[in-house]
């Protein structure tokens, strides 16, 4: 019988689970349906954040507080509440791929659901250079072996102190050439701010953690030179069988 | 916000670099940069630094810091906040109102603007109004308070005076604001307010009133420098669906202290391009704020960063962004006073970031972390990758549909466009449609039989769970959805808890081909070829005289008899950029049944 085709995010998802896993990130999972303190209290959002306006995030009807999540970050929350429940200290090293909620229009770059990958390390001496020691390794090896540059830039998220944005460059002649030498903007990343440690009740003197996110669908798009992000969710097997 | 570079480099005695240098430079230590058209530089200020960057004096401070370039001796500050029995403020809830200056100027001459007002203004994209209210504007721009004239006549005076008080809107109270768009006011928005008369003069930090508006015969003016609490503004502004320029920054919050330089400033300026005398300035001020000092420690911050800096570097640092330190105490230990404006830091994470973005983020290194033990694999995940590795194997293809759906048990109460609310509760439906739209593309796939699977979460019985569907094309003599999904069910029943490998194999190496989006047409062709001529052969001559519009061709049935085989062929037309008529499909069979005539083919 010839074989069907797994969807390239699901590729992508085991292939950056192979990866993490190599650097003893464990996949962590929790609900797309989330509460806001998971989702934005328990992350050092305000209030009166403009991110939880009405426009940005989907909202339960008749449900008190539940809202679509709007990143995989209510999921380091969930993990950290659960170990400390648990008794368990850090070091804690997860990786949580799956999917987020925005309420917006679509087009070509934008979709109301897509895909992120977070992952959250935190230990006695983690670094930022740890961070970016991290970014590089997962990025080489995902773009099979590719000499890889990593940099930042100053940015701001509630949950993550200093924060930044992440850019990868690949270098190299086996590079696609569309790819090639040029600054990739990836994603958010950061220190865990230490009130987010502070609220799943882990010890922020004594503990420090980073944490980065990004769009899996922006990654698949880049990784194959897929032109449309709809493309992801439209179930079409002219997409899905040319992977 | 726009930021030009000259209007910043009246900031700076030294010359400023390049614009482009200057976007590099708050690119990598400060802000993203969204566009550099000429010498202005549109800056994208993150939402922590509202409270001190939106204006070319923040901006200029950021500069100084990073490049790093001193900035000139303050230039504001000379008047005199001298009071006056003229004016007088009350102010009703000091938490969203913590500071109103007023200042009563008379005998102006509203008029247009000074060519260097003007040029400035419009060179970040403003209109010039007048020369009030582009002083109002410019001082806003350039150190960052929102400010705005009253046309003082308007207000009723009681023995020369006049009051203006800041209180919430009366249930039942309409404005006409500058705009002249008639607002009906709700209890929770903050109003200024003619204290003797009652009259509504504008909606607080949002928008001024027509009435009491500044006119050409405006000679007497009260200026308003004052600070709002930000989040009140903000439900404000948007129930109005204004957003000012005034409102962005009070919305991100400002120090109280500001008002009192923004009032200076602005006194000067209106004196300066549109006369007159100032009679006083009233300084209500319920809410003042202490100076901030925050700590952190060397160690900290290398650890933190993953640098190894001197006491030195970090000192310079700090000095370079005017956080002065406190004398005594360790030398190890930074406890610096953070200027009033940066209400941003607060902590010793915030000092961290400070000393990262302005010695640059590319000095930390990249280093892994340290080994760590085996990582135990997740139970969920290595079981659906079972179940997906099965179903590959199966010939299934994967398909990820929309979460929401027509209706179902659970909705989101705001979609964009209200189309689909629901969340779903089975996987069944959106698969079914999936199937159908698969179907109807199956020549063009080039598949006997459709038949995908969709790992997904749904909503049921209150509950949100992951499931596992499939669907099947139904074809005649091929195996059936049921039969499938029994076979599925058995599969599953059998994995045990315990399964924790995961089926991994290498990323595609391939680049997605985008496929068109107009229909294709469909053409068969069976013929007789003599024993021994292979289909592939056959093919390459069918290809050869197709064209361009052939986008698959495969063999669909084969069978040799008397020294004869017959093959029959299915061969897909589709164009990339119309949709293909009856005709282009029949030229192009006509030159392929020519072509295979001449090869002594005999078409069935």
Redesign the interface.
Known sequence: ???????P????V??A??IF?G???????G???EDEWHNFDALNVPK???AR???DT??????HEKV?RTHTSSVQIRFMEEQIKNGVQP?Y?IIVPG?VFR???TDMTHE??FFQIEAL?VGE??????L??????FFKE?F?GAAVE???????FPFT?????VDMRLVGEHV?EKLRDKWIEMGGAG?V??TVLKNCGVDAEKY?GFAFGFGLDRLAML?????DVRL??S????????? | MKISRDWLQTFFEQELPPVQELADALTFHAFEIESVEGEVLDVKVTANRGHDCLSHLGIAKELSAILPIPLKPSVVGKVDFTGTDSLQIVIDDPTLCRRYIGAHIRGVKVGPSPAWLRERLESIGQKSINNVVDAANFVMFNIGQPLHAFDRNTLEARDEKVEIRVRNAQVGEKIVTLDDKEQSLTENMLMIVDGHSGALLGVAGVKGGKESGVSDTTTDLILESANFDGPSLRKTSRALKFRTDATQRFEQVISPELAAHGMRAFIELVLEVAGGELVGVVDEYPGAADMQTVSVSLAHINRALGLALSAEEVSTVFSRLGFTRQDGGEPSIFAVQVPRERLDVAIPEDLVEEVGRVIGYEKVPAIELPVASAVVSNENVARYATIREYLVSQGFSEVFTSVFAEASERAVSNKIGGDKPFLRSTLAAGLQDALERNVRNKDLLGIAQVKIFEIGTVWRGGEEKVEVAIAVEKIKKQKTQDEYQKELDEFVSRLSSTTRSIPSSPLPDVRYEPFSKYPFISRDIALWVSEGTSADEVLEVIRAHAGELLVRSATFDEFTKEGRTSYAFRLVFQSFDRTLLDEDANTRMESIYAAVKEKGWEVR
């Open positions: 019988m010839e074989r069907g085709h797994v969807h995010i699901s590729q992508l085991a292939e689970t192979r896993a650097m003893g990130f464990a996949v962590a999972e609900p797309l349906l009166d954040h403009p306006d009405m426009q989907f909202f339960i009807k008749d449900e679509l070091p090293r999917k309420n917006e229009a109301a659901e390390a001496d983690i670094s930022m250079a740890h970016k020691g991290t970014l590089a390794r995902l099979g990593i940099r930042f830039r100053p940015s701001f102190e200093p924060s930044v944005e696609p220190m701010h230490p420090r990784k194959w030179s897929i032109d992801m969710h179930a079409d097997l002219r997409f899905i069988n040319q992977f």
